[in-house]
Structure formats: structure tokens, C-alpha cells
């Protein structure tokens, strides 16, 4: 069964701090993974997307990193500001046999940070 | 550009109603979503199309719900009829060509009492 697991379910840091958030997946045929934030009341907007060959991409203060072998991905934030209060969602895309994607959704992580 | 944009941003109506939420995706994107979200099952892939034709609505809970996209600046998804159960924020996404980069459009807040 495909699924996509994220730790921790919430996280409260200080502001400055650095901090790391997990997904774990058993999606097959693995095709991206993507890691999206999610300020309340908005859309999702877009962080990263790594292909099965990329096993790290940053995109300013948010870094992360896949590990195809274990299925394992994580979001690394560096000196964490007020800002990236947030939902942190993992999503990993499934390809089919007819070309179509399945996207399977993690339940996210909430990260309060305090000043 | 203006990115996704839905209407209405909130909408509040009664069982049995039928409710149509709207979506006009960032111009020149081949790809349209529709994602509903709920406190307890998260984020949901409902329909997507390419290049205005559906090519997968899998996602879609049950035939009350319907999607179109006439033309490929224009999307609606219906709900008829709604039922308490389908109080949401239903998003729409775009995405310029596969499965790159989708850019979310605001959400609707869809409350049926």
C-alpha cells in the first residue's frame, strides 16, 4: 500500500534554531518528492521536488535531502525565523503503468516558531 | 501575472444545495488540479486535467461531484447535491507542463450546514 508518513506531527522551536522534519514513504513505482509549506489559510506553496537520482536540494534556508535506498526524506531548516510557522507537506508521486501519476499526501508536520 | 484564481473564497450554503467553485489557472499552464483539504484526511487529489481534457478523477468521492474545464483558462467543480460531510477547502492548482511545479491557487472555504 502506498503510504507517506511524516514526523513529527508538531514542532515547537525558538526562533534561530534549526530543525528537521521526516517523511517516510513505501510508494512504488517511485516517481518525485516533493516537500511543500503551507501558511494558514493559503495554498500549499512549493519548496522542493527531487527525481529519484537527486538525494539533496536546497532552496534558501530549506534543504532537504532523499534517501531512495531507505525511502526516507527530510527538511532541514537552518536558523528558523517567525516566518516558517508553517505546515510542512510531504508529497511522493507514483507513476502507472498507462503514464498516469498518483500523488500520495503526507499529513504533514506543524511547525510553530517561537520568538 | 496574478497566479491561480479561485472564486469564491468562502461560501456557506445548506444541505442539498448544489455549489459550484471556480478556477482560472496561470496562463500558458497544461496542467489544472483540483485538491480538497480536510483536518482529517489532509490534503486530497480530486481530478486533474492536461491541456483541458481529465485524465484522472480517481479522486473524486462520489458522482455528486463533477469537474469541467471548458477552456483552458476556465475550470469549475459542482457538488450536487452538497452534504455536510463535503465542508472543505477545495484548492485548484496549475502546473506548466508534466508533473513539475504546481502553484496553488488561495482555496475556497466551502461550508455546508
Known amino acids: 500500500k502506498n503510504q507517506v508518513e511524516q514526523s513529527p506531527q508538531s514542532l515547537i522551536i525558538l526562533e534561530g534554531k534549526n530543525c528537521t522534519l521526516q517523511?517516510?514513504?513505501?510508494?512504488?513505482?517511485?516517481?518525485?518528492l516533493r516537500w511543500y509549506k503551507q501558511d494558514t489559510g493559503r495554498g500549499p506553496v512549493s519548496l522542493t521536488i527531487m527525481t529519484f537520482s537527486e538525494n539533496t536540494k536546497s532552496n534558501g534556508r530549506y534543504t532537504a535531502t532523499l534517501d531512495a535506498d531507505t525511502k526516507q526524506s527530510s527538511l532541514h531548516i537552518t536558523a528558523s525565523q517567525l516566518s516558517d510557522s508553517a505546515s510542512y507537506i510531504c508529497?511522493?508521486?507514483?507513476?502507472?503503468?498507462?503514464?498516469?501519476?498518483?500523488?500520495?499526501f503526507g499529513s504533514g508536520t506543524r511547525l510553530l516558531v517561537r520568538p | 501575472d496574478a497566479g491561480v484564481i479561485q472564486s469564491p473564497r468562502h461560501e456557506v450554503t445548506e444541505m442539498g444545495q448544489e455549489v459550484t467553485l471556480r478556477c482560472k489557472p496561470i496562463?500558458?499552464?497544461?496542467?489544472l488540479f483540483w485538491y480538497r483539504q480536510t483536518m482529517m484526511r489532509g490534503l486530497e487529489l480530486l481530478i486533474y486535467f492536461n491541456n483541458n481534457v481529465p485524465i484522472d478523477d480517481s479522486g473524486m468521492p462520489e458522482d455528486r461531484f463533477s469537474a469541467k474545464m471548458p477552456n483552458a483558462s476556465f475550470s469549475t467543480l459542482k457538488i450536487q447535491p452538497s452534504e455536510p460531510r463535503d465542508s472543505a477547502v477545495y484548492f485548484c492548482a496549475s502546473a506548466p507542463s508534466g508533473w513539475n511545479t504546481q502553484y496553488f491557487g488561495p482555496g475556497t472555504r466551502l461550508t455546508v450546514l
Open positions: 496562463s500558458g499552464h497544461d496542467y
Open positions: 517523511c517516510n514513504y513505501t510508494v512504488s513505482p517511485f516517481s518525485n
Open positions: 508529497v511522493v508521486s507514483a507513476r502507472g503503468s498507462d503514464s498516469s501519476y498518483k500523488l500520495i
